[in-house]
Structures are given as structure tokens and as C-alpha cells.
């Protein structure tokens, strides 16, 4: 088959818009994609000071780039800059802060690597042991540790936005699984284009430039572009059983009968949003979602009805306050 967009011989067939693109089409339409998410929602501008969360995976490297791209047309845009956080999981990390470091010399981007051992006061290989008695998996610790210091780290860089690589797949599965959980709370926690504003200035608001991008898009994207993917699998998350994976594998099923079903389910999710934030559920329930408690120990948010934030929760678990 020919490109729709000229005369090349094609190398992908996008089943959503029957589209049939060459490499150099495929890739101009990814970028023209994010380009217009970033548009559509506002995400950034020019003068804003934008930090990347770079894990050295994918879709975090594909972010990095296109941020750049981005900001790269403004001559007086600040520097963008890019966080890496090292849970300290030996034998996995290595890989992935070789792979930013080397391209964040190749890019010219100041990479920040934070220690979960010096901020947190464990790693997560010394934490495993501890997890039986917290009755939680590793990567609950992992994400909840990792979200807050992304944030306290882009805070002390003095970020407008801190951009993060969850992509369409990221974006549908969180959604899915506040579904199956009867967690609507959570849903207008995490919608599709970022996290909702906060009064407190030492949250720095999140944005998901990638959320209409499929993963698999995303990793042919960086095949064309020499961008290196990191192959060795975190060793902790095949232990458990996850709920993410078993609604990833019931997407991809129903994807495989309807192209539009990811797509669909994004739009579903803004739909809810929109709806109860415009609606008489508004006072029930997105006021008690944007007010909430104040952690007794660090002072950030919480839920309502806690006294410490989970972050805080975790660290006093595990006796890690001095």
C-alpha cells in the first residue's frame, strides 16, 4: 500500500482513520497529534518552565523530545529540564539512567537523578521484605514514592508544569480501573490531560502531552527515530497481581474487534468529568475532591478523613522518620 499523504510505499496502517502512512507520515502525524493535545488543553506555553518526569523508558523519552521540540520555536522559552528518580532496584535502573543520560547529552537537557534511598530513606529492593506486613505490592510504594518526589524535586526547580509520559493505553486503563472500583473520586482525580489545580503552590501541576498517543504507536515512533527502549522488565511486577494488567489484556481483546475502543473509552472518561463538574453532583463531590485534609507531618494534601498523607503513612510503616 501507498502513503496517504504521498507517493512512499506504507509501513503502517492506523485502523482508527484507515490511514496508511510512510515513516516519514507516521511520524509527522504522531508529533502533529501531540501538538494539538498540547493545544486542545493548554497544557504549556512558551514562557512556561516545563520539567519532564524521565523514567529512560519509551514514553517518557518520547515526551522529553517533543517538549523540547516544542519549546525549542521560543527563543526566550525556559530551559527545559528532566527529573529521573532512582527507586535503587539493582540490575533494572542501570539500564534505563544510562539510556537518559545519554540522551539527555545528545538533547542538551539538564537531567536531575533523585535517590529514593537519600529522599525516602529506602530503597524498594530493601523495602520488598517489609511489603507482607504493609499488605501492599511494590509498585503501590514505587508510584506513590515516585509521584511525590517528581513533584518536590520540579517544585524546588520552580516549575510552571511537570510533564509526564502516560499515554492513551496509561490514560484508559487508570480509568477502567476506578470503574471496576466504584472510585469516581478517583476518576476526577486523574483526568485525561493532567491533575486537576491545587490551591497549594508546592503541588506542581501535572499535564499527559502523550494521552492520545497508543503505546504501540509510541514504540514504533522510537524505532524510526533511533530513539533507544529499554528492554529489561522491572523484576517486581510479575510477583503480583495486578488489576492494570488484566484490564490491559481485556482492552487489547476488545481492540482487536473495534479499533475505536480505546479512543472511545478516552472520550468517555472526559465525558464524566465534564459532566459531574457541571452538574448538581458538583457540590457533593468535586468540592470534597479539590478540598482536601492536610498531612499533620509534611504538610500536603490528604484525604479528607486521614491525618497523614500516604506518602507519610508509608515512611511512618516502615519507621523510616528520624
Known amino acids: 500500500m501507498k502513503c496517504n499523504y504521498c507517493s512512499n510505499e506504507a509501513v503502517y496502517h492506523r485502523k ?21 493535545t498540547v493545544r486542545k488543553y493548554r497544557m504549556f506555553s512558551p514562557k512556561d518552565k516545563v520539567v519532564v518526569g524521565l523514567s529512560g523508558g519509551k514514553d517518557s523519552l518520547v515526551l522529553l523530545f517533543n517538549v523540547l521540540e516544542l519549546q ?4 526566550d522559552s525556559p530551559i527545559v529540564e528532566a527529573i529521573l528518580i532512582d527507586e535503587g532496584i539493582e540490575g533494572y535502573r542501570d ?11 545528545e538533547w542538551k537537557t539538564p537531567l536531575h537523578i533523585v535517590k529514593m534511598k537519600n529522599n525516602f530513606g529506602k530503597t524498594i529492593d530493601r523495602i520488598i521484605p517489609s511489603l507482607e506486613k504493609l499488605n501492599v505490592n511494590a509498585c503501590t510504594i514505587c508510584g506513590t514514592v515516585r ?3 517528581l513533584n518536590d524535586k520540579a517544585y524546588e526547580l520552580r516549575a510552571d508544569r511537570l510533564a509526564i509520559g502516560h499515554n492513551l493505553d496509561d490514560q484508559i486503563e487508570t480509568f477502567l480501573q476506578n470503574i471496576v472500583r466504584n472510585d469516581l473520586k478517583q476518576i476526577l482525580l486523574h483526568p485525561p490531560n493532567g491533575n486537576i489545580k491545587s490551591d497549594k503552590k508546592e503541588i506542581v501541576q501535572r499535564m499527559k502531552p502523550l494521552m ?23 523484576p517486581y511486577v510479575e510477583k503480583y497481581y495486578i488489576l492494570r494488567k488484566k484490564i490491559q489484556h481485556f482492552i487489547n481483546i476488545l481492540e482487536n474487534q473495534s479499533a475505536e475502543i480505546k479512543y472511545n473509552l478516552l472520550k468517555m472518561n472526559e465525558k464524566i468529568i465534564n459532566k459531574v463538574t ?3 453532583l458538583k457540590k457533593e463531590i468535586n468540592q470534597e475532591v479539590k478540598k482536601k485534609g492536610i498531612c499533620k507531618i509534611c504538610q500536603m494534601p490528604c484525604g479528607l478523613k486521614r491525618e497523614f498523607c500516604y506518602f507519610c503513612e508509608i515512611k511512618k510503616e516502615l519507621n523510616l522518620f528520624e
Open 147 to 149: 509521584r511525590r518526589l
Open 95 to 105: 539500564e534505563s539512567i544510562e539510556i537518559a543520560e545519554r540522551m539527555c547529552r
Open 278 to 280: 457541571t452538574n448538581y
Open 72 to 75: 525549542k520555536r521560543y527563543s
Open 16 to 36: 482508527i482513520s484507515n490511514e496508511f502512512v510512510c515513516k516519514i507520515h507516521f511520524i509527522k502525524t504522531v508529533e502533529k497529534k501531540i501538538r494539538k
Open 212 to 234: 492520545s498517543i497508543p503505546e504501540k504507536e509510541i514504540a514504533l515512533y522510537c524505532y524510526y527515530k533511533d530513539i533507544p527502549i529499554q528492554v529489561t522488565p522491572c
